[in-house]
């Protein structure tokens, strides 16, 4: 009577193990790191997006990463980019997990010792140094002041972002 349980175990056994390997395979493919998932700015059939950003009172920054995951090295903010990779991330998108970085830092008093920038096909760990701290800080401080100014030049040469912009019908300067 029992023999009839020892295949649906071993059935069992087997599927889960099947199951466990995919997915290790998913949490590989997505970027994150190993750990807890305790932030998420998209939404999925696993937990409902957080619309709480972070805040940094002192620099006067609020952002929302797509991720964070606390690691045994602490909260890791996580970044995913639709496209492909270029060959070295894009200034704007390193001075974004920057922001982040720095966000995690003032709302959880541990500055993260990096951040993840996850492509359609590549994983870049980039780490949260001195150097693009004061990157990203300064980038702030010229944005602050390009906003009291009264006029802007436009700082690209693509049409598509241009038009994008939320200023394309006031610019003077617009490519298109």
Same mark, same amino acid.
Request: glycine fraction near 6%; charged fraction near 20%; hydrophobic fraction near 40%.
């Given at each position: 009577?029992?023999?009839?349980?020892?295949?649906?175990?071993?059935a069992l056994?087997?599927?889960?193990?099947?199951?466990?390997?995919?997915?290790?395979?998913?949490?590989?493919?997505?970027?994150?790191?190993?750990?807890?998932?305790? @932030?998420?700015d998209?939404?999925?059939? $696993?937990?409902?997006?957080?619309d709480?950003? #972070?805040? $940094? $009172?002192? @620099?006067? #920054?609020?952002?929302?990463?797509?991720? #964070?995951?606390?690691?045994?090295q602490?909260?890791?903010?996580v *970044?995913?980019?639709?496209?492909?990779?270029p060959?070295?991330p894009?200034?704007?998108?390193?001075?974004?997990?920057?922001?982040?970085?720095l966000?995690?830092? *003032?709302?959880?008093?541990q500055?993260p010792?990096?951040?993840?920038?996850?492509?359609a096909?590549?994983?870049?760990?980039?780490?949260?140094? @001195?150097?693009?701290?004061?990157e990203?800080?300064?980038?702030?401080?010229?944005?602050?002041?390009? @906003?009291?100014?009264?006029a802007?030049?436009?700082s690209? *040469?693509?049409p598509?972002?241009?038009? $994008?912009?939320?200023f394309?019908d #006031?610019?003077?300067?617009?490519?298109d």
């Amino acid at each position: 009577m029992i023999l009839w349980l020892l295949p649906f175990a071993l059935a069992l056994i087997v599927w889960g193990w099947l199951l466990l390997g995919r997915a290790r395979t998913l949490r590989q493919e997505s970027g994150l790191p190993t750990g807890k998932l305790i @932030y998420a700015d998209t939404t999925s059939e $696993a937990w409902q997006r957080n619309d709480q950003p #972070l805040y $940094a $009172a002192r @620099y006067h #920054l609020t952002g929302k990463p797509d991720y #964070l995951v606390q690691t045994n090295q602490g909260p890791i903010p996580v *970044e995913v980019k639709s496209t492909k990779a270029p060959e070295v991330p894009y200034l704007g998108h390193l001075l974004q997990l920057a922001a982040y970085c720095l966000l995690v830092e *003032e709302t959880t008093g541990q500055p993260p010792p990096h951040g993840l920038l996850k492509y359609a096909d590549a994983l870049y760990e980039v780490d949260f140094s @001195y150097e693009l701290r004061e990157e990203l800080l300064a980038t702030l401080a010229e944005m602050r002041q390009a @906003y009291k100014a009264d006029a802007i030049q436009r700082s690209h *040469e693509q049409p598509a972002k241009c038009r $994008a912009c939320g200023f394309f019908d #006031l610019c003077e300067e617009a490519l298109d």
